[in-house]
């Protein structure tokens, strides 16, 4: 029914900038949630940010201040702008639209 395709991540290092895209097709982005989640090797899956129907925006605490959020309606796309990026950001990254979930890009953060 739709398909979530992440892109952008790469290696980084720290203190350096990486913006993910999540594009959709199928199901345009407008008047819904859209979510960015990572999961780091041997780790649980754990939520990052959130961008409301509204265009309201949530982020966990660990990135907040450093991880942006935003939507392009007319381009059916989410980006999240991630900044002063730390090793522990290292993690496979996820958009999620309702049930549905993209592949995930890698993001990897250098010391």
């Known amino acids: 029914q739709v398909q979530l395709v992440e892109s952008g991540g790469g290696l980084v290092q720290a203190g350096g900038s990486l913006r993910l895209s999540c594009a959709a097709s199928g199901r345009t982005f407008s008047m819904t949630i859209v979510n960015w989640f990572r999961q780091a090797p041997g780790k649980e899956r754990e939520f990052v940010a959130q961008?409301?129907?509204?265009?309201?925006?949530y982020y966990a605490g660990s990135v907040k201040g450093r991880f942006t959020i935003s939507r392009d309606t007319a381009k059916n796309t989410v980006y999240l702008q991630m900044n002063s990026l730390k090793p522990e950001d290292t993690a496979v990254y996820y958009c999620?639209?309702?049930?549905?979930w993209g592949t995930g890009t890698l993001v990897t953060v250098s010391s």
């Open positions: 999620h639209v309702g049930p549905d």
């Open positions: 961008i409301g129907s509204t265009g309201g925006t």
